[in-house]
Nanobody, 111 residues
Framework: QVQLVESGGGLVQPGGSLRLSCVVSGNIFSISVMGWYRQSPGKERELVGT???????RYVDSVKGRFAISRDNAKRTWYLQMSSLKPEDTAVYYCGTQGVWGQGTQVTVSS
């Protein structure tokens, strides 16, 4: 079973950018789909986007054109590049696959 550790969150002003990282331990080639999710206070965890093992990415409408998922197999890391951030993007962000989640990383968008 894989284990996931996210990092890269922080405080950013509206319109700014952040790149989140998700480092995977275990067999990364067993991962068919990696997802990025987020959860705001009082809300359920929601899907942000996914990347398949073939590199196909999909995003929810609210982040299309602003967020991008990538990966570096050599570094065993998936990334979520976020740009043009909005206050409504404030949440704890998680990567997840195979029913496994990381601990999350807080992203706060505020002036």
């Amino acid at each position: 079973q894989v284990q996931l550790v996210e990092s890269g969150g922080g405080l950013v002003q509206p319109g700014g950018s952040l790149r989140l990282s998700c480092v995977v331990s275990g067999n990364i080639f067993s991962i068919s789909v990696m997802g990025w999710y987020r959860q705001s206070p009082g809300k359920e965890r929601e899907l942000v986007g996914t990347m398949s093992s073939g590199g196909i990415t999909r995003y929810v409408d609210s982040v299309k054109g602003r967020f991008a998922i990538s990966r570096d197999n050599a570094k065993r890391t998936w990334y979520l590049q976020m740009s043009s951030l909005k206050p409504e993007d404030t949440a704890v962000y998680y990567c997840g696959t195979q029913g496994v989640w990381g601990q999350g990383t807080q992203v706060t968008v505020s002036s």
